[in-house]
Every structure is written in C-alpha cells, then in structure tokens.
C-alpha cells in the first residue's frame, strides 16, 4: 500500500473521525485500484477519469455486485476529493463519474416468530450458565435495539449500569444516539451485569485482572467480543433455534427491529433516528412493509374492494 493511501486514511480517522471498520474499507478498497493501476503502468497519481472508469468496467467484469462497485468509486472519489483539496493533485478526475446506483432488492428479514425462536435458543446455547446469559442479553439487546454489531460487542459497561430504558451509543462518525430497551432485554442485561461483574471481582482478586470497561469483554485484542466470533456465534444459535444458519446474520436481525416497528405502524423518521441513518434514503428501504400494509387496508376497508 502506498504512502498516498495510508496518509488518506489517517486524515479520515482524524478529520472525520471514520471508525475502524471505515478505515479498513478504504484500505481494502484503494489499494485494490491501485493494483489494477499498476498493471495498467499507471499510478494514483497520474490516472485519469477514462482510467477510472476503465477500473470500474474491470470491477463489474470480476462480477462484484452493486453495491460493491457503488462503494469502490466512493473511496476512490474521497481520496481523490483529499488529493485536490491538500494540493496533491490539481484535479478531481472522479468528480464527474456517475456511480451504478444501488440494488432496489429488498432486505432479507426474519419473521418475529423466528426472532422468538431465536431468542429462546440463545437461553439455552453455551457450554455454561456464563455464556447462557451472555448469549441473551446479546440476541436481547441486538433486538430491542438494533444496533450494528460494532456498536453491540463495543458497548461500554458505563452505558448499561442503573437499569436503563435507553442506551446511550456511539455510532458511525461518533455520532451518538438514544437506543430503548424492551423489558425483556432490560432483565436480560441485568442478570448477565449481576454474572459478568461477579467474574470480574473474582478474576480480580485472583489473579489481580483489571476490571474491563466492555459490556463483553474477552481476551481479544480490542478487550471485547469480535465481530467475526458474534457473527458465528449468531449462527450457531440459529442451528440451536432449528433455523437455516443462512438465513441469520446479526445485520438480519437490524433489519427485523426496523420492519417490525414498521409493521406495527412506527414512523420512518424515528426508525431513522434509532437506526442511526444520517439520511432517510437508507431508511427507504423498509418502506415495503408501508406497502403492505396499505394494501391490506385498502382491501379490508373500501368498499370497491368488497364482494
């Protein structure tokens, strides 16, 4: 990776406080396009708006999906955006590229009556009684919330003491939002608190451990829960639950808590707010479930609808 790539990033984590995972897309992301330059005996410096265009033709050849090339040009037109405003470059050459748009495919959900088998198997999968309550108050909380997954197994053991109704959390950018907590999930959090802090003191006195600051901490090197080992502890849930271990993701589970406020005639603009979307566009998606509930009013209540 090149030092033009590295100092871009640095300056997105510093200037617009872009999170970990950010980072690491731009990484992946750039230093792909700069592969493809230097095959192409070009460099990011020298390469134009054909060559970009070019790359994103050869993307599109690889077979990666929309989503992936709308994400691919949006790096590269940052970093390109970073070149020209610190005086690297005396062009933008992205500024003028259209991007592929984005799929209009509608988001793999769960049912609510898979969210509560779900949930009844987290209660019962672990080797332990630790890792029981762990499960629940994480499926508990994931539900009741949705929360992305980095904002799940980073929670900061500070934001969940005196048994609260919402959840402070810091989400992308550092933008911070309220998130509630259903009743369920509330107790959920209070019996694995009352278990994880006895761990603690034990672990303390013991062996002289310091106390984490991590709702679930672990021995990883950020002090808390992956989210690799979320995603397959997810999965191995869904087997305990008797559901296809494809079809549960944690991000299937953020979708499930906004189509069911949806359904149940929540607002878009506050789901917007508790997803913790900077624009209502991303919240669109879920306007399907609006749909449906449309049409089944109009065919129970008007009278042309009636035999």
Known sequence: ???????????????????????????????????????????????DRARIERYLVHCNAQGFSLATRARRLSAIKSFYR???????RGDHPGLQIRGPGRSKRLPKTLSEADVERLLNAAATHGRNRSDRLRNTCLLEILYASGMRVTELVSLPVAATRGDPRMLLIKGKGNKERM????????????????????????????????????????????????????????????????????????????????THLLANGADLRVIQTLLGHADLSSTEIYTHVLEERLHALVLEHHPLAKP
């Open 82 to 88: 970073y070149a020209f405003e610190d005086g690297l």
């Open 179 to 258: 998130v509630p907590l259903s009743d369920p999930a509330r107790q959920a959090l209070a019996d694995w608190l009352e278990h994880r802090n006895s761990l603690q003191e034990l672990a303390l006195r013991e062996h002289g451990t310091p106390l984490s600051p991590y709702l679930f901490a672990s021995r990883a090197k950020q002090g808390h829960m992956t989210r690799n080992r979320f995603y397959l502890l997810i999965k191995e849930i869904a087997v305990t639950a008797g559901i296809s271990a494809d079809l549960v993701t944690p991000h299937r589970l953020r979708h499930a808590f906004a």
């Open 1 to 47: 990776m090149s030092r033009e790539i590295e100092n871009f990033i640095t300056a997105q984590a510093a200037e617009r406080a872009a999170s970990e995972n950010t980072q690491a897309g731009y990484r992946r992301d750039l230093t792909d396009f700069e592969a493809y330059l230097g095959s192409q005996n070009d460099t990011l410096m020298t390469a």
